[in-house]
Nanobody, 123 residues
Framework: QVQLVESGGGSVPAGGSLRLSCVFS????????MYWFRHVPGKERERVAG???????MITDSVKGRFTVSKDNANNTLYLQMNSLQPEDTAMYFC?????????????????WGKGTLVTASS
């Protein structure tokens, strides 16, 4: 059974930093990609960052230069390092995985989701 469990969310002042973690387990054999999405009620879910099975990363333009995605395969953990957080980064952040080669990366293509962790940056 595949499980994704996020942690690391919290409340910080604008300009602060947080590191989110997503521990994943129970993966089926094969290639997969992992992503961070965020969601604010009343808005569409937004893909923030991703990393595919060969380590290629992507970061959405709105957080480029501030956020970094990485994965520790030995410990089955996906990370999102978030620096210079701004109030507009406030959202519920979700870890997700797509079992495919190549990956599509859209939210409806995801096969598995975590329950999310809340990030709040206040001005």
């Amino acid at each position: 059974q595949v499980q994704l469990v996020e942690s690391g969310g919290g409340s910080v002042p604008a300009g602060g930093s947080l590191r989110l973690s997503c521990v994943f387990s129970g993966y089926p054999y094969g290639g997969y990609c992992m992503y961070w999405f965020r969601h604010v009620p009343g808005k569409e879910r937004e893909r923030v960052a991703g990393i595919d099975s060969d380590g290629t990363t992507m970061i959405t333009d709105s957080v480029k230069g501030r956020f970094t995605v990485s994965k520790d395969n030995a410990n089955n953990t996906l990370y999102l390092q978030m620096n210079s957080l701004q109030p507009e980064d406030t959202a519920m952040y979700f870890c997700a995985a797509e079992v495919a080669i190549p990956c599509e990366g859209t939210d409806y293509a995801m096969d598995y989701w975590g329950k999310g962790t809340l990030v709040t940056a206040s001005s």
